[in-house]
């Protein structure tokens, strides 16, 4: 079993509810991981994803072993029969094959570089590890996609609903770097799975990938899709049709308190890390509506989970 996507949840519902469960006594299953060892490579930097994946395979008693592949491994070559004679070093054949020697499980992030988007939606490093490694794979945020992270957006919001179909709004908000739409993605994909009125608003011209996206609702007007919203998710991303480049810096798009006024006392949700007075205000952030902190303990909960799943699946 590999955890890559969204798509490979069967059942959210059920698969929140379990999560709930591991909360309740993250050391239940401490036995459940001894004498199996999760590496974990980063191509790019992390907090919450490094920090909170561990925890979650030390609470299920495995050995970890992370490494920062940029500064610390080879340059890798991703290109079936390409002639080496240039920068990368080591072919992901060997690298993948090699690595699944040590680990049991390996986990991979690897983000867009918002140059080419055909290279970005190959997810090339992932799809490379998918391809040679001998043992499962787990998502810590690629080129298109972070579902560790949304798995965690959708414990959060499970246990903060007051409704059974809450209004739920992901607000593009701006930001001063080009950030990648994976965690976006990642996100519509999982509310695509829930009953909720959804909603994504974000100036025109910064539609996501409509593959992804699908019917969702779009709606320009922010103001308007805050009206009645029980949660507010906002997150930046970068344009997806003028690839990787940012073509609106507005700061009316930043979630204020006069905006979450419009909103039916809505839960403020953020994946952090968060560009304060930028994505959002001080007073917005710091208010008691805003769920970010439990929303990053989450992570480890998410985390831990899929983790269970697959030692149970090898099992
Ligand atoms: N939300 C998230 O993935 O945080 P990090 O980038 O710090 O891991």
């Not at 409704?163 to 739920?168: E, G, N, S, T």
């Not at 990938?209 to 970068?238: G, H, M, V």
């Not at 007073?283 to 480890?300: C, G, K, L, M, P």
């Not at 697959?310 to 099992?315: D, H, P, Q, T």
Request: with cysteine.
């Amino acid at each position: 079993m590999n955890y890559i996507s969204i798509q490979n949840i069967d059942s959210l519902d059920k698969w929140v509810k379990q999560a709930l469960k591991i909360k309740k006594k993250p050391l239940k299953n401490k036995k459940l991981g001894k004498n199996k060892t999760l590496g974990m490579l980063f191509f790019n930097s992390s907090l919450r994803t490094r920090l909170s994946t561990q925890k979650a395979a030390l609470n299920l008693g495995m050995n970890v072993m992370v490494m920062n592949f940029t500064s610390e491994g080879w340059t890798l070559e991703f290109e079936d029969g390409a002639i080496m004679n240039s920068g990368a070093s080591e072919h992901i054949k060997e690298a993948a094959a090699v690595v699944s020697q040590y680990c049991d499980i390996v986990a991979i992030r690897a983000f867009a570089g918002l140059v080419d988007k055909e290279k970005d939606n190959a997810e090339i490093v992932l799809s490379g590890f998918l391809k040679y490694a001998t043992v499962p794979v787990v998502n810590m945020e690629s080129a298109t996609g972070h579902p560790l992270q949304s798995l965690a957006d959708a414990i959060t919001m499970a246990e903060h609903k007051t409704k059974h179909r809450p209004k739920v709004v992901l607000t593009w908000a701006p930001h001063p770097k080009a950030l990648p739409q994976a965690v976006p993605n990642s996100f519509v994909e999982m509310m695509q799975l829930q009953d909720a009125n959804f909603v994504i608003t974000h100036p025109e011209g910064y539609e996501l990938n409509p593959e992804i996206t699908k019917d969702s609702k779009i709606e320009y007007d922010q103001d308007k899709a805050f009206e009645n919203a029980d949660f507010i998710y906002a997150k930046n991303w970068s344009n997806y049709k003028e690839y990787g480049q940012i073509t609106n810096s507005d700061p009316n798009w930043t979630v204020t308190a006069d905006k979450m006024k419009l909103t039916n006392n809505a839960k403020f949700m953020h994946c952090l890390p968060v560009r304060r007075n930028v994505i959002v205000t001080d007073e917005v952030i710091d208010s008691e509506n805003s769920i970010v902190i439990e929303q990053a303990n989450n992570r480890t909960y998410a985390a831990q989970l899929v983790l269970q799943k697959i030692l149970e699946n090898g099992k």
